[in-house]
């Protein structure tokens, strides 16, 4: 099959885990026999050559967002990209123009659902911050923003008038996805299928009148760069860990409170590392100093990729206090590879990924009595465990489902 694959940015970039997703994808299925052609809304390095690629040159405006100027080009390469067998979009905001693409030529059209981009312009269905979100419309959606805006946290030594700046330039930005959100809605019928990441999302799409029956659960894939030997040693201090973003849906607020609980119980010694990067980093640390936690809580900012698998299997522990209905979350995959158990909050698809290899909880004290529990001589239980559930995730596993899923629809 000739398959064209829109790419969240490029196969050679640092990013989300649905960068890496779409690039081991498109590799893998290159490796089959399929001839796969990367569209890059991002710049692709000039050594790069396991795929042909095609940079769109995409830059926002003051009045339009990146996603807008990417449907915008889709559409421009309407014909190019309808000569294909197959156009998959890893980007959930260009459902309007691929179901353009799709309503007008004969090309079979999928695209991946992998968070909520489609469905509210902040792309966590967090209303406030706070719920999950079921409706939308542009006074809620504004009104949403706004007050969720109001959330971020202060910059020191600026005043009220930088403050209020600030809260609105970001209302601004996001609401500018939101006639993304409203074109998504009139096209969607016009794509062939859908490929949900997990059976929460598909639920969540179908709530909002998606078709149910067009849309295929297949999880995200296993970079196998991460499947290592597993190398703490589970003895105290334990040591725990989080990698993801620092924003408040993450529940990076909740972490210091964790810790300083874990350790008020003096059964075991607990140390985190904080890695990732985000605009609660700022007030993560000063939490961390005015708590007094210094020493035992690292802030260690942005890692490289392909630092992460060593950070994963020197890690007792990972732990995730998200708030949001995380849709799948990579890290999950590389905490399974690497051997590290997961203790999380119970929120969206986190069960269903690990299994066997971790426990969730309805919120922090739940999450901390069950890090206490895992913490007696059960670590390395579980770290088998999680090796043994990563297998589910592999790439050939995943790859035969997306195979059969295109020839399905061909």
């Known amino acids: 099959m000739r398959i064209a694959l829109l790419h969240p940015e490029s196969p050679t970039a640092e990013g989300s885990g649905a960068v890496h997703s779409a690039t081991l994808i498109g590799e ?49 390469l309407a014909d190019e990209l309808g000569s294909f067998d197959i156009f998959h979009s890893y980007l959930m905001r260009t459902i309007p123009s691929v179901g353009e693409v799709s309503a007008n030529h004969p090309v079979k059209t999928v695209v991946t659902l992998n968070a909520y981009g489609a469905l509210c312009p902040k792309n966590d269905l967090l209303y406030e911050n706070e719920e999950h979100c079921g409706l939308n419309g ?19 030594d600026r005043g009220v008038i930088y403050r209020s700046g600030r809260v609105l330039h970001h209302t601004i930005k996001n609401m ?35 078709p149910t029956k067009n849309i295929e659960i297949i999880p995200n894939i296993l970079d196998e760069q991460f499947k290592i030997k597993h190398e703490s040693d589970f003895l105290s201090p334990i040591q725990l860990l989080y990698v993801g973003e620092l924003k408040k849906h993450k529940g990076v607020d909740r972490l210091p409170t964790i810790l300083q609980e874990l350790n008020n119980r003096g059964e075991r010694d607990f140390e985190l590392s ?47 206090p998200g708030r949001w209905q995380e849709p799948f979350g990579r890290v999950f995959l590389e905490c399974l590879a690497a051997g590290t158990p997961v203790v999380s909050t119970n929120v969206s698809a986190v069960s269903e990924i690990i299994g066997g290899a971790g426990e969730v909880g309805s919120g922090i004290d739940e999450v901390t009595e069950l890090i206490l529990s895992l913490s007696h001589n059960q670590l390395q239980k579980y770290s088998e465990r999680a090796v043994s559930e990563a297998k589910k995730f592999e790439q050939s596993v995943v790859v035969d489902k997306i195979d059969k899923f295109y020839k399905n629809i061909t």
């Open 28 to 76: 893998s299925l290159q490796s089959r026999g399929h001839e796969v052609v990367f569209y890059c809304p991002g710049k692709v390095d000039r050594d790069y050559s396991k795929i042909n690629t095609r940079e769109l040159n995409v830059e926002s405006s003051l009045v339009k967002n990146k996603y807008s100027k990417i449907n915008e080009k889709v559409i421009e």
């Open 274 to 320: 904080v890695v990732g990067k985000g605009p609660f980093k700022k007030y993560l640390v000063e939490e961390i100093h005015d708590k007094g936690m210094d020493d035992s809580i690292t802030v260690e900012g942005f890692v490289a990729y392909e630092d992460l698998p060593s950070i994963y299997t020197n890690h007792d522990l990972f732990v995730y």
């Open 176 to 210: 500018k996805n939101y006639p993304v959100v409203s074109a998504a809605n009139k096209h969607k019928k016009h794509i062939n299928a859908f490929q949900a990441l997990s059976g929460h999302v598909k639920d969540t799409y179908s709530d909002f009148g998606y």
């Open 138 to 156: 542009t006074l809620r959606c504004a009104s949403c923003v706004y007050n969720s805006m109001r959330e971020l946290p202060p910059k020191p």
